[in-house]
């Protein structure tokens, strides 16, 4: 039994103890917590930052996809937070909120200028390092292309790197196609929107055809023919993509992205890029679509969709090649080259991830942005890297901030070596405690209606 000297050493210890553990509590509880801050820039964008309290002097500069123009400066909350708490920081814009949702006309100047007015408010960074996503991809590239030394690596995620005429025409070969083959005789406007509810209408009308095409093994058929010149991945559901050769199989999933409301999207993004390009940027006269098609990865699976429904391929092809064509307006597509084009150069290291069965933006459109980046002479600067996955932008966090890390080593090290490879990155994910990743060996096909330079 203790004595009672004993008892009154160890109520003091317990007491010691209480107070140590309160300190500490309430030590984190004031903590430097990771600081928010707002602004707008001349022309009404408005930007946000998150800068950690202990700040390794590292901005994170991040450009956000198409849609509401409203300030961004992460792909989402769980990376933010992952990589403040190493100690990145930060920031980005809304882009100009007075123009199109498609907001190339103002992005690149917007975040550089979101860069002077973090310098002004917090301080002048080390290192700066560019994050783009979707439509930010492009943007992304802009930036990997235009930085002038001011940014030092970038890294896009599930980006629209082939540019705003490439997206344009390709779908509007496939627009094209729907409505000439399973609307014959009716007059479909694919392109001139003069507002946001013709383009829906637009889409409205395509989605019902394609509705009930479903139906029928030749309306199958027709809808794979215009599912290969969208670039359309066969994929859409499922731990796995269907059999090489489960042609039917293939074609039910890239159904499913398009009953989905796929062609909503399509037309409301062609609106938005419309109005920024000042008219119509993309056409299809003198397209061939027996061409085209041959091209496509798809072209087996075509094939023996029409050959099982028993209806003549070649006949359709030739219906698409008497159709009336769609001129391009050579202002829009002027404009278009001058704020939604990428590709032309890099000045620095670019690390692009995208997913394989892409249903929004393609992972073919990386090799797009390959090939111009080889013929540019910088081929070298470029790594790109794929996860097997279905959607756009279904990164998890550890695949994002994995990415992020690689660029890192990059720029630190001042060459690629391993750390872009798929079998690190997957590793690299995987390590850090932050759920899953399927990085994966993959090439992209060639992009289908891609314009070449």
């Avoid at 499913?256 to 390009?277: D, H, K, N, P, V």
Wanted: glycine residues 10%.
């Amino acid at each position: 039994m203790p004595t009672r000297r004993t008892r009154r050493l160890l109520t003091a210890l317990g007491a010691t103890l209480v107070l140590a553990v309160t300190g500490s509590a309430a030590a984190a509880d004031t903590a430097p917590a990771p600081r928010h801050m707002t602004g707008t820039l001349t022309d009404g964008a408005t930007w946000i930052a998150d800068i950690p309290a202990h700040w390794n002097g590292t901005l994170l500069l991040f450009s956000h996809g198409f849609g509401p123009t409203v300030a961004k400066d992460a792909p989402s909350d769980a990376v933010r937070d992952r990589l403040l708490a190493e100690g990145y920081a930060w920031v980005g814009s809304s882009y100009d909120p007075h123009g199109s949702q498609w907001a190339l006309n103002s992005a690149e100047q917007d975040q550089f200028a979101t860069l002077d007015a973090f310098g002004s408010a917090v301080s002048r960074p080390a290192r700066t390092l560019s994050v783009g996503q979707s439509m930010g991809g492009l943007v992304n590239a802009q930036i990997g292309r235009d930085g002038g030394g001011r940014i030092a690596g970038a890294l896009g995620l599930c980006g629209l790197v082939a540019g705003g005429t490439d997206l344009d025409t390709y779908q509007l070969n496939a627009e094209f196609t729907l409505a000439r083959l399973l609307l014959p005789g009716d007059t479909v406007k694919l392109t001139g929107f003069a507002s946001a509810a013709e383009a829906t209408a637009t889409a409205d009308r395509l989605t019902a055809a394609v509705t009930t095409a479903q139906t029928t093994p030749a309306g199958r058929a027709r809808i794979a023919l215009a599912a290969a010149y969208l670039n359309l991945p066969a994929w859409s559901s499922g731990e796995r993509p269907p059999a090489a050769h489960d042609y039917a199989a293939q074609q039910e999933q890239q159904y499913a992205w398009l009953a989905q409301g796929l062609l909503t999207f399509i037309e409301g993004g062609r609106y938005a890029m419309e109005q920024s390009a000042g008219g119509n940027n993309s056409g299809n006269v003198g397209t061939d679509y027996t061409a085209l098609l041959r091209d496509s990865e798809h072209a087996a699976q075509v094939r023996a969709l029409y050959r099982g429904a028993g209806l003549d391929l070649s006949a359709d092809l030739d219906t698409l090649a008497r159709g009336p064509r769609i001129a391009a307006d050579p202002a829009a597509v002027a404009a278009a080259r001058r704020s939604s084009s990428a590709g032309q150069g890099l000045d620095m290291p670019l690390l692009d991830v995208h997913t394989v069965a892409d249903n929004l933006v393609p992972a073919e459109q990386e090799s797009a942005l390959a090939r111009r980046a080889r013929a540019a002479g910088d081929g070298a600067l470029l790594r790109q890297a794929y996860v097997a996955r279905t959607g756009h932008c279904t990164f998890t966090t550890a695949e994002t901030v994995a990415a992020v890390h690689a660029l890192v080593r990059r720029v630190e090290h001042g060459s690629w070596g391993d750390v872009a490879e798929p079998a690190r990155l997957q590793r690299a994910a995987l390590g850090l405690g932050l759920g899953g990743a399927a990085y994966v060996p993959y090439r992209p096909h060639e992009l289908n209606g891609s314009v070449r330079p």
